[in-house]
């Protein structure tokens, strides 16, 4: 399969756990089969790849989530990643032209276009596996896949095929309706629109080209803040007519809110958390490193973290992105390629960090104009170069980097480091980047 996987958002529903940096897809709260957590991005990967191991994996992010993905999954997985937000049909233009200019994908290939954050078992990549059948035929320009509803939602919009089979051609669609239509629709046999679709490369990129000037990815590329921002939905799929739609009766949830992430999040609880025996109904996940204890508790949500702590009635969870928007916090944990990066204290003229980072992987050779830093080296064994000084580091050992000095670290063994940031003006904006000879 070419399956181009489309991950963005910004984290607002999931917050204190997911924000700008770290979006609902990179929070582990599932776990794998050998109970280890995993976070959505893991496990849709090892799900695709059960169901096809040969898989060809491309995921459409932004900038601020590469980082986290290359953390998550490694090299295993293709990044087309977008300069900045343009909504869907530029995301999957770009990653098409990635496919088809960086990767080789031929032009008569099918691709596959889905969320990276359903909850779903591995029926449902089966069948992503027979939409690319299905493209691949060529009887129509699109292939969507439709969930076959559960209730009537008025949180999706509906797809109305033509009849009831399992491939059908698609009449026409309708945007989210209320309920009273809602039902209307599922008895015409109306599917969810979950934004999935396959189509054969040369048909996107005709598309594309016709709707934007550009002669390749790299070209597409450099000209992207210049495009007008449109969804793929308009742009594409309510304009074509040789369009057919395949029937996925299969469980499908979407965890976009805290009260459905708790429906299928792996444990009750993680983390320090004690909940005595009157609590009813009720789920924590605490990541800060001290205990949260709850008494009575019913029908609950509590979520720390160190960008702040919720807690709320689960069915009010999923009207809280307003609330959460009226926060103004830096995000204090981020996953980056190399590991993570914990804030621990902030005050005038200092910040605090844990930089935690993996055997074998290290940092860009780069300066600050404004801070300086000191390293202490808590735990691990690694490599510093400071101005093309080279010292290795070992627990206890502290390094002073003064303003203007070029610098990085390498990690020989898994490398943990406590970095006090000094300077009137401290920000992630101050940060130049130089080859490493």
């Known amino acids: 399969m070419n399956i181009i996987l489309l991950s963005g958002g910004s984290g607002k529903r999931l917050w204190p756990l997911s924000n700008d940096v ?50 998550q999954l490694g ?19 770009l990653a098409a032209a990635y496919l088809h200019d960086e990767l080789g994908v031929g032009e008569d290939e099918a691709v596959v276009v889905c969320p990276v954050d359903p909850y779903v078992d591995n029926t449902y990549y089966e069948a992503v596996e027979q939409l690319q059948k299905l493209a691949e035929e060529g009887n129509a320009n699109l292939t969507l896949m439709g969930i076959e509803p559960t209730y009537p939602s008025e949180k999706y919009g509906y797809i109305m095929p033509l009849s009831g089979e399992k491939v059908s051609k698609v009449k026409e669609f309708k945007e989210k309706p209320d309920k009273e239509t809602a039902e209307k629709y599922i008895k015409e046999n109306a599917l969810w629109n979950a934004g999935i679709f396959a189509f054969k ?57 805290w009260n459905m992430m708790a429906e299928v999040m792996a444990d009750k609880t993680k983390g320090k958390v004690v909940l005595d025996e009157e609590c009813v109904n009720t789920n924590v996940v605490n990541e800060l490193n001290i205990p949260i204890l709850c008494m009575g508790c019913k029908d609950l949500i509590v979520a720390a ?55 074998g992987e290290h940092m860009t050779y780069h300066m600050h104009n404004h801070r300086e830093e000191v390293w202490t080296v808590v735990s691990g064994e690694g490599k510093s170069i400071v101005d093309g000084m080279e010292q290795i580091l070992r627990a206890g050992d502290v390094i002073t980097i003064a303003a203007g000095c070029k610098h990085t670290v390498e990690a020989i063994t898994a490398l943990d480091i406590v970095e006090v940031q000094i300077g009137d003006e401290i920000s992630v904006a101050d940060k130049i980047k130089f080859d490493l000879k």
């Open 75 to 93: 090299d295993n997985v293709g990044i087309s990643i977008e300069p900045c937000r343009r909504d869907t049909f530029p995301a999957i233009a």
């Open 201 to 257: 490369l040369s048909y996107l990129l005709t598309k594309a080209h016709s709707l934007i000037d550009f002669t390749d990815y790299r070209d597409l590329f450099n000209k992207y803040d210049g495009l007008k921002k449109i969804s793929f939905d308009y742009a594409v799929v309510e304009k074509e007519e040789s369009i057919q739609v395949f029937r996925y009766s299969g469980d499908w949830k979407d965890v976009g809110t």
């Open 305 to 359: 973290s160190g960008d702040g702590i919720l807690i709320s009635d689960k069915e009010r969870s999923g009207y809280m992105k307003p609330y959460v928007e009226k926060i103004e916090t830096e995000a204090m944990y981020a996953e980056k390629s190399w590991g993570t990066y914990t804030v621990i204290d902030v005050q005038p003229g200092s910040m605090t960090v844990k930089v935690s980072m993996k055997a």
């Open 22 to 71: 770290r979006s609902k897809q990179f929070i582990k709260l599932f776990k794998d089969d050998n109970d280890e957590y995993e976070s959505m991005v893991q496990r849709v990967y090892r799900q695709i790849t059960t169901v096809d191991p040969e898989a060809k994996i491309t995921i459409a992010t932004s900038k601020s989530q590469a980082s986290a993905i290359k953390n």
